[in-house]
């Protein structure tokens, strides 16, 4: 069995088994290379079974390589007494796409694997196991940090090549790109947001418009906002344009995107324009029953229905808006024909869920 097996095997151990090794580290101390516990520990059972531990001098010289050097000789890995050892050393971690190691540390309350772990001994074990992963050949090393566990970030502080990749919620994120004979893959994290815009026109000609409380550089505006994550895009316009104006839509289709860069955030920024249908109720009569928009509180200052020449008027005007002059002239063009069209397909990568394809029409 090769050195790589022996060191995957057992890497995902009981929480107990952990702190057993930890406190196996702590209680030893080095003396001209000979394996003595160490003065200092404080628990007298296991420091009394080191005072004649049953282990080679190859499997003590392993400890002492990795606990005093934070570095790691994997060709001294030759039996399961020392897989053993080497397990212990090493911070677990499960095994990400990619070739990727991920380190977790648990943010749960009840969990009590790290509590007992110096900064210092994370640091070392850390180092170890970075050490232990290029000799592996896995490509990158992941940590998470909860906040409850953030004291160990500063362990991380002096890595080289150990940064920051993004946070979410109450849990940071680190990466480290591994190869030195491949160029980094690690991908910047969300690159781009996505937002959506609506043109909705009723029957009478009219389009829906809305005049935000702060930053308006036109007297109307169409409704929308960003896409919220895992939310499609028909979902999101619908979603806008009901919580902005009170009005329920149909999504029918896309006429148009914009791509900018260094917007919010340093990051780029994708628009879509999304053409909506209003629902519209009919009297006793026949006639169309037109909804009245409702502004959102907190969010929107007015809403109306503009008349839609009204609104041509003022992006064609002597401040001209050359966005919306080219979707309102998509909007003019025959429902369908011209639309980008969206279609629901089915994923050739088990489990995952159908998704949507926006294309040219005709297809």
Not at 81 to 90: R, T, Y
Not at 248 to 263: E, S, W, Y
Not at 299 to 311: D, G, M, N, R, T
Request: charged share 20%.
């Amino acid at each position: 069995m090769n050195s790589a097996t022996l060191l995957r095997k057992g890497m995902k151990r009981q929480s107990s088994i952990f702190q057993s090794a930890a406190a196996l580290v702590l209680a030893c101390s080095s003396s001209h290379g000979a394996f003595v516990p160490n003065p200092h520990f404080s628990n007298p059972r296991l420091a009394l079974s080191l005072e004649k531990p049953a282990l080679s001098n190859k499997s003590i010289h392993l400890i002492h390589n990795v606990n005093y050097s934070s570095t790691l000789n994997m060709s001294l890995i030759k039996d399961k007494e020392d897989e053993a050892l080497v397990n212990h050393l090493l911070l677990p971690y499960e095994d990400g796409s990619h070739g990727a190691a991920k380190i977790i540390l648990s943010g749960d309350a009840d969990s009590s694997e790290y509590e007992t772990l110096s900064i210092a001994s994370f640091k070392h074990r850390l180092e170890s196991t970075i050490t232990a992963c290029k000799e592996l050949d896995k490509k990158s090393l992941w940590l998470e940090v909860p906040i409850s566990k953030a004291r160990y970030i500063e362990a991380c502080s002096d890595i080289e090549g150990l940064e920051f990749h993004h946070a979410s919620g109450n849990t940071a994120y680190l990466s480290m790109w591994l190869r030195d004979d491949i160029e980094c893959k690690i991908p910047e994290f969300a690159t781009h947001q996505i937002g959506v815009g609506a043109i909705v026109v009723n029957s009478r000609d009219e389009i829906l418009c809305v005049r935000e409380l702060r930053r308006n550089f036109r007297p109307w505006k169409i409704p929308g906002g960003l896409a919220d994550l895992g939310e499609q895009l028909n979902d999101a316009a619908i979603r806008e344009v009901m919580e902005e104006t009170g009005i329920q839509c149909k999504f029918q289709n896309i006429l148009g995107f914009r791509h900018a860069h260094g917007m919010q955030f340093g990051r780029s920024d994708m628009y879509f324009v999304c053409r909506l249908e209003p629902e519209e109720g009919v009297d006793g009569d026949g006639n169309a029953v037109i909804p009245n928009p409702v502004a959102q509180e907190g969010e929107i200052a007015a809403v109306a229905w503009v008349p839609l020449q009204e609104y041509k008027e003022m992006i064609n005007g002597e401040n001209p808006h050359p966005m919306m002059q080219t979707m309102m002239s998509l909007h003019a063009l025959e429902s369908g024909k011209n639309d980008i069209q969206r279609t629901v397909v089915n994923s050739i990568v088990p489990g995952r869920k159908p998704s949507p394809v926006y294309h040219a029409p005709g297809v």
